[in-house]
């Protein structure tokens, strides 16, 4: 299989709340937008409309100014004329006349002065220019004295128009002339420009009209043809609306004497007209015309600052999004990391596995996958030996080996101590990669100083129904693994349903030992052991029996192994050594013959520290002499066991304890131990017997044995002798004892005590 490399998938466990916080902050985000954007838009509005008062404000300057400025002139019109009158004789010399003339212009911001006098003499302080288009004003001229303003075409030079201030000069009650101030339209403007829509704006004086008394500059678009407001300028303004309606909007709001503004819809753009009527001349209007885009593009600026400024919130905030986006994300990561690592190692845990292997099955429909659940055999030993470090070194080790083996189609986890779980492309080579993982592991160990020697146990599942439950398919390899024998040579099985059976029965007795004990379902049941060649009883084994309610009895071979697991046994033993010393106490109160009686103690029991101590007690409160009692302890193969066995059998010797080893030649039986062990009984396995019928090297390999047992004064029997053949051919290699059907079964104590425990006479 193609090696790619492999990475965790956490996103496999990607939160909820993650996604909701996130999702939480987009909202957030866009609703801060939104904030935002109705805010700017009515701050933009707020901002035109203060933008239009204002320009309304200016335009009543400018009226005022127009006001303030024809005044000046008036006044100045108006005190030449009386000091005209005041000449009692009206005799100045022509001299004379030009000099005022000439002093008033002067003095004035007026452009010239006129005196036309009645006869048709005329004077003006530009004495040689024209003064054609005059006379054309005297008809409108009246005769109270008041003063005229009219528009003239009077040219200085400049192509521009002019307006026209005139008095007529009163002596007497005669009107003797009139008097003329003369000034260019824009003159009547000075000073009224906006200055901040100087560039943007045209502005306009009309009288009550409509004629166009002063135009702010000249260089604009409109033509003006008829000097009428509302023709020319209305017209100019192409405007979609109705002209007359236009007008007529017009002509209403000049005439409510206030100031304001009107808004026009043009082809090509809005205009605003903004009004104010000048104070001193009923009906004059000051006009401000001004495109709305010009406007609009002074607002551009803040428009622009605005949008700037709501970007950079906004990027601010996605950058702040980001970064906590970043930490809850980090954050998260610890947090599965945590929730679904191993700390010790950094290898996935079981619910990572869970969620992966699920997705996997899902992912590769087409692949067939093999569960395999596998550990190190014996690695609590090595735990006890090498210590916890070595230990954690060595689970690193694996974890590493297992990383490079798996590829991204696998997934595995460490779901214990030394316990993993895979799931493995069945590709026909499980077995064999397993194999190869040991050996690089085991190499790897070496090189660590680990030289204990590293076989892994392993467990398969074949994946059959990818629908079921991930755990269920972990606790069949596991089930799988643990059906592999401690002293086997083939390490690996393959879970079959037989496996889950025995698990059920397992739970069932686990469910129920405590009751039954309780109960007093577990019975000692006797078997004797022989002299073969005396042909009598010399002491007899208590064996346990499960007596349920429903007197079936369970044999200790289907629940001695499930009690060593879960510790029960302790119970038991202690029980079954108690139930005894109640009988042979109970026998010697009555008299009766008693044969010492073997009581088997489980290699667990070796554990307890207190166990020396408790079998002392039993034994005190029965008051039972210690030669009745005959304590079975079977071999062990492991070192450290070895040992605490050794000290707990010396401390049973220095007790006057009898003490047998059971089942010689079982397992990975020993001659060190024959040696070492302080015993006094060795109880040759039935299966050993077994196999010495079969060949001759067994039956010498047996009689060494027993003749080095004879030397070192341990007395020798043999258990599961069922035909006088094998009787016959023990005695001949020099046993002499037996334990066997061909003597007798383990029978109820009853009895036992009916055929062995005679009452002495
Ligand atoms: P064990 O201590 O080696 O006991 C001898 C077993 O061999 C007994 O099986 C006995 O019934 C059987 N046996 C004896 N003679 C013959 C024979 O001629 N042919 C055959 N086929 N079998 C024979 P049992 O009673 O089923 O006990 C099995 C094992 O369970 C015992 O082997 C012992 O290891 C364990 N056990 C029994 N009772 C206790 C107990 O109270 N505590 C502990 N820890 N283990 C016990
Ligand atoms: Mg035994
Ligand atoms: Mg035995």
């Known amino acids: 299989m193609p090696k790619q490399e492999r990475r965790r998938d956490y996103s496999l466990q990607w939160n909820r709340k993650t996604t909701l916080l996130l999702s939480g902050c987009l909202v957030l985000l ?23 008062s204002s320009i309304v404000g200016q335009t009543q300057l400018d009226a005022e100014l127009v006001s303030a400025n024809l005044d000046t002139n008036i006044q100045v019109i108006r005190s030449t004329a009386e000091q005209l009158q005041q000449n009692e004789n009206y005799d100045m010399d022509e001299q004379q006349i030009y000099k005022l003339l000439v002093g008033v212009r002067n003095k004035s911001n007026l452009d010239r002065v006129v005196l036309i006098m009645k006869d048709g003499t005329s ?28 528009k003239t075409y009077f040219d200085f030079g400049d192509g521009m128009a002019s307006y026209c201030i005139m008095l007529p000069v009163i002596h007497r009650g005669i009107i003797r002339g009139y008097l003329f101030g003369l000034s260019s339209t824009t003159g009547m403007l000075d000073g009224t420009d906006m200055d901040t829509y100087s560039q943007i704006s045209r502005s306009y004086v009309i009288n009550e009209k409509g004629t166009i008394m002063a135009i702010s500059n000249s260089d604009v678009m409109f033509v003006l043809q008829n000097d009428d407001f509302y023709t020319d300028v209305l017209k100019d303004l192409s405007v979609n609306e109705d002209r007359d309606m236009m007008e007529g909007q017009l002509r209403k709001s000049f005439s409510e004497k206030d100031a304001g503004f009107l808004t026009f819809n043009a082809k090509d753009d809005d205009w605003k007209i903004y009004y104010a009527p000048i104070d001193d001349l009923k009906g004059w209007i000051y006009i401000n015309v001004v495109r709305d885009s010009a406007v609009n593009a002074l607002l551009r600026s803040i428009k622009v600052e605005s949008f700037l400024s709501i970007l950079s919130v906004i990027l601010l905030m996605l950058l702040l999004c980001f970064l906590v986006g970043r930490f809850v994300m980090s954050e998260q990561h610890e947090m599965l990391k945590l929730a679904f690592e191993d700390s010790l190692t950094q290898a996935p ?73 895979a799931l493995l492309v069945d590709d026909g080579r499980t077995g064999e990669r397993i194999l190869h993982m040991e050996e690089r592991i085991a190499r790897s160990a070496n090189e ?46 393959i879970y079959e349903d037989r496996l889950m059976e025995e698990t059920r029965r397992r739970e069932f007795i686990e469910s129920k030992m405590e009751m039954a004990l309780i109960a007093g379902e577990f019975v000692p049941y006797l078997q004797p052991k022989w002299d073969m060649k005396n042909d009598h009883i010399i002491a007899a084994e208590a064996l346990v029996r499960w007596k349920q309610n429903t007197n079936e009895i369970i044999p200790p071979g289907d629940f001695i192994s499930i009690f060593e697991n879960n510790g029960f046994i302790e119970k038991i033993d202690f029980y079954m050594l108690e139930q005894i010393c109640k009988y042979l106490r109970r026998m010697l109160d009555e008299g009766r013959e008693v044969y010492p009686i073997s009581v088997n103690q489980s290699r667990y029991l070796l554990h307890d520290p207190n166990y020396t101590l408790n079998v002392q007690q039993i034994l005190l409160k029965y008051r039972i002499p210690k030669s009745l009692i005959e304590l079975e302890l079977t071999e062990t193969v492991f070192f450290q066991e070895r040992e605490r066995m050794l000290e707990v059998m010396e401390e049973l010797k220095r007790m006057n304890m009898d003490l047998s080893i059971d089942d010689f030649g079982s397992g990975f039986s020993s001659l060190n131990l024959l040696r070492d062990m302080p015993f006094d009984v060795l109880k040759i396995d039935r299966g050993f017997l077994n196999e010495t019928n079969a060949s001759e090297t067994g039956k010498f390999i047996l009689k060494k044995i027993v003749e080095m047992a004879d030397g070192l004064g341990v007395r020798v029997i043999c258990e599961g002798v069922e035909t006088r053949e094998q009787a016959e051919m023990l005695m ?10 061909l003597y007798s079964r383990p029978i109820s104590m009853d009895e036992f005590i009916e055929k062995y425990n005679t009452i002495q006479s």
Request: overall charge neutral.
């Open 30 to 52: 866009l609703t801060c937008l939104i904030i935002c954007l109705v805010h700017v838009y009515g701050l933009l509005n707020t901002y035109r409309r203060f933008v239009d």
């Open 123 to 150: 004077y003006s302080s530009e004495r040689y220019s024209t003064m054609s288009g005059l006379e054309e004003l005297i008809p409108s001229a009246s005769e109270d004295g008041t003063v005229v303003v009219a």
């Open 349 to 421: 845990n079981e619910r990572y596995f869970q969620t992966h292997a699920a997705k996997l099955l899902k992912d590769y429909p087409d692949i067939a996958y093999r569960v395999v659940s596998f550990d190190i055999q014996n690695f609590r030993y090595l735990n006890e030996s090498y210590g916890h470090m070595k230990a954690d070194d060595l689970l690193r080790i694996m974890v590493k080996h297992v990383e490079k083996e798996l590829s991204v189609r696998e997934t595995y986890a460490r779901i214990g101590a030394d316990r993993f779980v």
């Open 448 to 493: 660590e100083m680990i030289n204990y020697p590293i076989k892994m146990k392993c467990g398969f599942y074949e994946v059959s129904d990818r629908k079921e439950n991930i755990a269920a398919m972990i606790d069949k390899a596991n089930l799988a693994r643990k059906s592999v024998p401690s002293q086997g040579k083939d390490l690996i099985a």
């Open 732 to 741: 001949e290699i020099g046993c002499n004892y037996a334990q066997g059907y």
